[in-house]
């Protein structure tokens, strides 16, 4: 299967570059992925779409300000750090920029102490593919406080506006740090309403999923059966893992709200099999897109994704890839606003 299948005509002007100053204030584009049906609303009527006894699984990553600029020790050029993953304590595997300027043995530093010291200081141990890099860190204090102080939210390439506010960029409903990216169909929503939905009848379920690498790496294969997804980290707990469960035996719909936690939910399928969905954790690299049959997932809310994207695959697997392109060129006809902080779809 070629990627070229899945490329379409995005203008510029539609990648969303700012969040809306309501987080529920997005339109909502809907699909039956059974007949292929579109439908146009606002993002607070998809509790018209969803029904007593479905489970929303929510991603609960946290984004940490992982995107480090500071400069080389012996020549003061400008380098910036994306950390992707904690791989020990002090040791990170790291997007550098440029990355031909971080050669092992390289030194880094960030921040000023006041006297002229950095602080904190990194040595590049090792090169990776794609500009990656594992760096350890050397610092006095907490690295956490550190990063808080020294380091920015990781927006992608394609967002070029400034975001004032750090929270914008983070779900109401996350916990656990670890994310050099938002999981950003959740962004959507506010706590008022996620309570309406729980009024419904409509459970919540959470699972985690620490986005990293494969979030800001292209497709470089021209068929998609040869590319590799980069690894991601997932948790599922005992009290989530039984209301998944419960979801199953009771015939009630799962609903996941973005890729994520697609990705998440297929992977403990895959895990549990046919035996009852159990507490689990690990890294994952599940690639999906058409021909894959879903086994958990009933139905996707998801943001608009960029074209020839592994997204525009997952989504092409769940709907059908003629049924997406369409809704995909509707969606650019009627000015949708795309990607992390654009409108949304529902697809059922």
Known sequence: MKVEAFDFELPERLIAQTPLADR??????????????????????????????????????KVIPARL????????????????????????????????????G?????????TGRPLLRAIAESAGDMGSRTVVFHYEGIFSELLDRLG???????????LEDKERYQTVFARHEGSAAAPTAGLHFT???LELLRQKGV??????????LGTFRPM?????????MHAEYYQLDEENAALLQAARERGGRIVAVGTTSARTLETVAARSGDSRIVPCSGWTDIFIYPGYTFRLVDALLTNFHLPKSTLVMLVSALAGRESILAAYREAVEREYRFFSFGDAMFIY
Do not use: C
């Not at 584009?29 to 292929?36: E, F, V």
């Not at 920015?152 to 400034?162: T, V």
């Not at 470089?220 to 590799?228: G, I, L």
């Open 191 to 193: 706590e008022a309403y």
């Open 69 to 104: 600029i500071g400069q080389k020790a012996d020549t003061g050029a400008r380098i910036e750090l994306l950390l992707l993953k904690q791989l020990t304590d002090d040791r990170w595997e790291a997007l550098a920029k440029p990355a031909k300027r971080v050669k092992p």
């Open 152 to 162: 920015e939210m990781p927006l992608p390439p394609y967002i070029a506006a400034r």
């Open 220 to 228: 470089s294969a021209e068929v998609v059966e040869e590319h590799v």
């Open 24 to 61: 529920t204030a997005s339109r909502l584009l809907t699909l039956d992925s059974s007949t292929g049906e579109i439908g146009h609303r606002m993002f607070t009527d998809l509790a018209d779409y969803l029904r007593e006894g479905d489970t929303l699984v929510l991603n609960n990553t």
């Open 203 to 212: 459970q919540l379920a959470y699972i985690t999923l620490h986005v990293g």
């Open 106 to 114: 390289t030194e880094l530093w960030f921040g000023d102490d006041g």
